[in-house]
Structures are given as C-alpha cells and as structure tokens.
C-alpha cells in the first residue's frame, strides 16, 4: 500500500504544479486503487500518516509506527511539531522563492515514542533544532557559495530503525524533491547500517551526525562529522591512565546487532593490552530481544530482563573495588540509568567511577538521575561535542585547530540563539544539536561544491574528497575534514584526526568538559 500511495502522491503533485485536477480527483485515484481506507488512516489524532506534497509518510510495523519523510507540514511526534512547524515555514519560502535553485537533504533517525527507543524524543528534537540551524543558516549565508537553497526533509525510520526500508525507499523514489543528500541517522543499529548502504549504492551521499561505530569506517559515499568508537576509546582510556586506574570491571552488551556496544566492548578490551593494567571481572548482558521486539509485551518483557540482569552485577562490581576499579561500561545510555540506580544503593562506602561512551547523552534527565548522580556514583565519558570543549582546549600543537573550533562554535551559537531564543549553553551540553548541526553543514558544504543550480546526488558524492585543506568545514565541534579515499584506506569515512571531549554527567542531568584530547595522541595500545 506505501508504494502505491506513494505513485499516487507523485502524480497528484505533478498534476497541481499543471493546474490540471482538484483534490477530489487524487482522493477518487487514491480510494479506486487501494479498495477502502480506514477512519484510522485518516485521523490525524490517531497516528494517521500523510501523502501531501514533499511528505511521504506510511504506516509501518505492528505498532503502526509513521514512518517516512516530511517537509514539516506532518509532525511525528507532538513534541516536534513546534520545530517541524519552523523548518515547513523555511522550506515554504525556498520552494516558492528560488524554484529552480533548490535541493533537498533529508534528515534521517529513528523517531518513536516507544519507551525502549534508544534515541530519545530529546534527542530527536535537538537534531531536528541542529539541522534547521545549518538549514536557515546557509540560506542566509555564505557556505561554500550562497546557492542552491536548501529544502530540510525531516525523516524517520521508526522503532530502532527497523522501518529503513519503506523510509529509503520512499526517499530513492521522491525525484520531484531533488533530494541531494541524507544527514543524521542517529544509532549504529544494523538497520541503520542496511539504510546507509542502500542509500550509498544509489549514490546518495550520507553524512553522519552521531553515529561513531567502527563498522562505519569506509563506505563508499558516506562520511561522518562523529569520531569513531576506535578514536572515542583510545581517549577514554588514555584519560583513564591519567586519572590512574589500573584495574577495571567491563560490563558488555553482548547484542551483535548493536555494532555501537560491539566495537565499544572492542575498544575497552584494550585495557588488557596496556602493560600494568587489568579487566579483572566482566558482567554481561544482551538487549537482542528488545530491539528486534515486534510487539509492546515481547519488548517489554524483554526489557524487564536487561534490567533484572544489569541490577545483579552490582554486587560483584563492589567485590573488586578493593583496590579501587572502574567500570567500563560497553553499553547504550538507557541501560546506563539502569546500573547507575543501582549502584546508587549499593557500595555506599566506596567511590564508583563509570566510563562510557557518547550515547551517555541518550539516557533521560530526570529526578531520578539526578539523585543518583548525587551521590558517590560518577559517569565520565568520551563526547562528540560540547559547547564549551573549546574553551576548554589547551594544546600548543592544535593552535589551528582550536582557532576553527572557536570560530565554528561562535557562528553555530549566534544562529541557534537567534531562531530559538536561548541564552544559555547548558541544553546543547549532550552534544545532539551540535553534531546535527555540524552534518548538516557539510552535506550542504558539499551539495555547493558541486557548483550546480540543482546538482544530483551522484554529483554531491563526488565532492566528499574535496572537504578538506581550503575547504575543510568550519563546523561547532571543531574543523571537519575527509580524505574519502575509500581504495586506500580503511577509515576514509571518519573525520580526519578529529578532537575528542572527555565529559562528566553532572547530577543535574547535564555534562561539564574534563579534558579535549586528539585521538592522534591519545591512543594507548595498537
């Protein structure tokens, strides 16, 4: 039904720019070629999808998640409309006041309500926030060139991503959006890893938000503005060293279906590899069943598990703090939350250090967090992005860097308090926005490059070499580069050497700067 929806949605938009038919007229097509549609369908408040133009949204899954794409005009969730509604009024001027000098790039996560959903609805709403800023701020600025414009297509893929495949295709099939690029994506799911790769087959370039798995490291036509886990670890543990830890606990998620907790148990098994240093206990768990759940019980039940399993590892974490160990956490932030209340209650004499990675911002800010957090429990982790990693940063050898980082972080702020009205940093401490923000820019960085009017995808994707030297991308998180030398290297995907923040979780749900560090220079084993 999706596709045939679909063809129907194109014909009727290439019949209104004709002036040829009246909506009657599509709704006659639409009725005659699907047999009946359901009240449901049609309802707006009850989760009803759309077909209106630059918007292809269907029902997908037995939850009847919408999944898809949208200019706006359909919000997937009540929490995005207010964004959404921002990002339909600056797709509407581009379409009506630059027709023939527009393209698209779309926005692609995993948006779901679904309370096992990896990415929040935070999370989701800040990138959205990130994107439209570099959507508003190149169309009203100089970014490698003043043209095409750019339309901003908010996607999703729903539940874990599990719905990539009617989302890609709607987005391969939209020709009439003069797509050029997808940003975002949000987990580094094996879903989300299909949807990379069919998309890049097609030659449409991608570009990575927050996704930092080393099973991304070089694919033909992608790239990402993240570091990889491999880089995000080497620092973590480098910081580790210097904090002067020498045993830890490593707690895995054993779901090989997560290839962001795969390469993490990868990278923190390096510990053992540092002379004088030793993983002396593991505890692992496995969040398979949840994410390939079908329906609400099986997954609820399935999370019941991993919080029954991750809450029984506390006792043998406290064993081993005689001498002192951190704890290695190989995990998603929701499952965090889950080992940090625990300890919270438990070990109450001694000091427990966490050490993640990024998807520590996925974990929810609430009361309960905080009070957690308040205690003799800490979190430490490997960051993205932080809006004051730059002022933090003290390096002789990074002088430049730090300059860019500087500047970037200056244009990215002065546009994002001007179109939101915020004074304070302290919601852009996760990094989200930032690292959205900073996708976005190079997506459009390199749809310039092409130097077209309306450049194809394939064009775009040729330009992904070219971001780097004179033009390397000014982003928030510092300067960007690539090599895209996908023949004769295994990690032309990544960013160049990119800086790495090592963050603390505060007990007010937000994160403060420990350290910024090079991955060049941190990595303590090979």
Known sequence: MGEILRKAKTWWGNQRRRGKVALTALLALTLAVVGTVSVRALTHEDHACSHADATVVTHEGVNGECVGFTDGSYPFNSKLAPIE???QQENHNVVKDHPDNYVSVVLLLPISADKGSILSMTNAMEQIKGAYTAQHYANNANVEGNSPYIQLL???????????????????????????????????????????????RHDIPVFGATITSDTY??????????????????VALSYVQKVGYTRAVLVEDDNTGDSYDATLVTGFRNFNKIPGHQIVGTEPYNTEKRDQAVDTAT???????????????????????QPKAVVLFAGRGQDLGVLVHALSNTCLDKQIEIISGDDVTNLPNSPQ??????GHVTVDYAGVAHPDEWSAADDPQHKQDI??????????????QSLFHETSTTALSDGNTMMAY??????????????????????????????QGAHKVHGSSGPIQFTADYSTSDTAS?????????????????????????????????
């Open 494 to 526: 990544n960013p160049v050497d990119k800086a790495v923040p090592v963050l603390r979780l505060q007990d007010d749900g937000n994160s403060s700067v420990l350290a910024v560090q090079w991955p060049a220079q941190a990595s303590p084993v090979k």
């Open 438 to 467: 900073d996708a976005t820019l190079t997506a459009i960085s390199a749809v310039r490059l092409a130097n077209q009017p309306q450049p194809g995808s394939d064009a775009v994707a040729a330009e992904l070499g070219a971001l």
């Open 217 to 234: 490291d070089n694919i033909k036509n992608f790239v990402r503005v993240s570091p990889s886990n491999r880089d995000n670890m080497a």
């Open 299 to 321: 997954r609820t039940k399935a999370e019941a598990q991993v919080e029954n399993r991750i809450s029984q590892m506390t006792g043998d974490i406290c064993l081993e703090q």
């Open 369 to 374: 967090l905080q009070k957690d957090l308040s």
């Open 154 to 200: 908010i996607g999703s893929d729903g539940y874990q991503a599990n719905g990539w495949r009617t989302a890609v295709s709607a987005i391969e099939n939209a020709t009439d959006q003069y797509i050029a690029a997808v940003t975002g994506l949000g987990l580094s799911l094996k879903p989300t890893q299909l949807a990379v790769n069919d998309l890049t």
């Open 403 to 416: 300059q860019d980082g500087r500047s970037g972080f200056a244009t990215f702020i002065g546009q994002y």
């Open 85 to 87: 509604r921002a990002v």
